[in-house]
C-alpha cells in the first residue's frame, strides 16, 4: 500500500511470521529515472529479504526493464497493479484504467513474463465499474500470457472504497483460471478472514487496511484459516514494544527526520488499536521525540504514559 507498506512495517507484520509482504507500488518510469529513492521505498533494507514488488506502468518495454530491476533489488515475485483507483494514477492510464484494455494489459504482462525469471501476478478490482464487471474475463486473457496468480479487491474502480467489497465476484474470478486467486477487501477480523475464503473458494488472503496498527493481526488470521490454533493476542507492552521498533526502523531507514515523519500515521494508528485514549494518540503523533513515551508504554509504565 502506497504511503503505508514500507520496510519498517514490512519488518513488523513479517516479525509476527507472515511470510508474504508487498512493496508499496512504484511507477515503473520512477524506477528508472531516480533508483535510489524507488529502491528506498522498495526494500534498501537488505537483509528484509525478499519482498514481492508491485509495479505500475503502461509502456510494456519500460515495466520490463522497470521489473529487471525490482528483481536486480531482491523481489522474488513481481506484481502488476491494475486495480488502484486514484485519479493521479488512472489519468496516466495505469492501474485500474488498464482493465479497461485488455489488450495493453495482455502486452505487458507478456512483456514482464518475458523479462523476469520470478513469477509474475497482477493485482486488479472487479471491473472498471457495475456495467464493466471483466475481471474473469481478464484474468483468464492474462493467464494466458502467463501471469502466475491474481489477487482481487472486491470493489470496481467506480467504488474507489466506497461500499462494501464483493466477495462473491470475486469467486467468478476464481473460477475463471486454473492460477491461484488471492481475496481481498474489507478483511478486518480474524473472521472475516475464514469468511471471505468460504466465499470465494479462494486460495489466499489479502490485508490492507486491517493491519494498520496491528501487524499481529495477520499471523492470526493464517492461523485461523489454516485451522492452527490461533496466536494469542499480544499484550499491551508487546504492541508498543512493536510501534517503538517501527518507530526506531523508520529513523534508521529514512533517516530521523524523514523517518519521524513517515512514521507518525502509524503511532496514531497504533494508539487507535491499543489504547483507544485519544489524549494519547495526540502526544504521540505530535510530540517533536516520541521515543521516551514509547518506550514507557513498552515497558508497561502506565503512570509515565499518563
Ligand atoms: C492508503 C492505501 C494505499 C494503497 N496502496 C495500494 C498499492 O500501492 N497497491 C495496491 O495494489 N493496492 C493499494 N491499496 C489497496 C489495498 O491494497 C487493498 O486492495 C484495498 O485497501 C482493499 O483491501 P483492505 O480492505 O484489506 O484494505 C491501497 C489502499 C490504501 C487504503
Not at 51 to 58: D, E, K, S, T, Y
Not at 82 to 89: D, L, Q, R, S, Y
Amino acid at each position: 500500500m502506497a504511503g503505508v507498506t514500507d520496510a519498517p512495517f514490512r519488518a513488523a507484520v513479517r516479525g509476527f511470521g507472515t511470510p508474504l509482504v508487498y512493496s508499496e507500488m512504484v511507477a515503473s518510469a520512477e524506477l528508472l529515472r531516480d533508483r535510489r529513492s524507488a529502491a528506498l521505498r522498495l526494500n534498501a533494507d537488505r537483509d528484509e529479504g525478499s519482498i514481492a514488488i508491485q509495479l505500475a506502468g503502461r509502456e510494456p518495454a519500460m515495466l520490463a526493464e522497470a521489473a529487471r530491476l525490482a528483481e536486480g533489488e531482491g523481489a522474488f515475485l513481481i506484481d502488476i497493479n491494475m486495480g488502484c483507483p486514484a485519479k493521479k494514477v488512472v489519468g496516466g492510464q495505469c492501474g485500474s484504467a488498464l482493465m479497461r484494455e485488455p489488450e495493453l494489459a495482455a502486452a505487458l504482462v507478456r512483456a514482464v513474463v518475458g523479462a523476469v525469471s520470478v513469477p509474475v501476478t497482477v493485482k486488479m478490482r472487479l471491473g472498471w465499474d457495475d456495467d464493466q464487471r471483466n475481471a474473469p474475463e481478464l484474468a483468464r486473457r492474462l493467464e494466458q500470457e502467463g501471469a502466475t496468480a491474481f489477487t482481487v479487491h472486491g470493489r470496481t474502480r467506480a467504488q474507489f472504497y466506497d461500499g462494501v467489497a464483493d466477495w462473491n465476484f470475486i469467486g467468478e474470478v476464481k473460477a475463471a483460471v486454473k492460477v491461484p486467486v488471492l481475496a481481498n477487501g474489507d478483511v478486518r477480523s480474524i473472521s472475516d478472514a475464514v469468511q471471505i475464503l468460504k466465499t470465494s473458494n479462494a486460495d489466499g488472503v489479502l490485508v490492507g487496511r486491517g493491519a494498520f496498527g496491528r501487524p499481529w493481526i495477520i499471523s492470526q488470521m493464517q492461523a485461523a484459516v489454516r485451522g492452527s490454533p490461533v496466536p494469542d493476542e499480544p499484550s499491551d507492552a508487546v504492541k508498543w514494544e512493536v510501534a517503538l521498533t517501527q518507530y526506531r526502523g523508520s529513523l534508521s531507514h529514512y533517516g530521523a527526520e524523514l523517518g519521524r515523519r513517515v512514521v507518525r500515521k502509524h503511532l496514531g494508528w497504533y494508539a487507535e488499536q491499543i489504547s483507544k485514549d485519544k489524549l494519547l494518540r495526540d502526544r504521540l503523533v505530535r510530540a517533536s521525540d516520541p521515543e521516551p513515551l514509547l518506550v514507557a508504554l513498552a515497558r508497561g509504565d502506565v503512570a509515565a504514559a499518563a
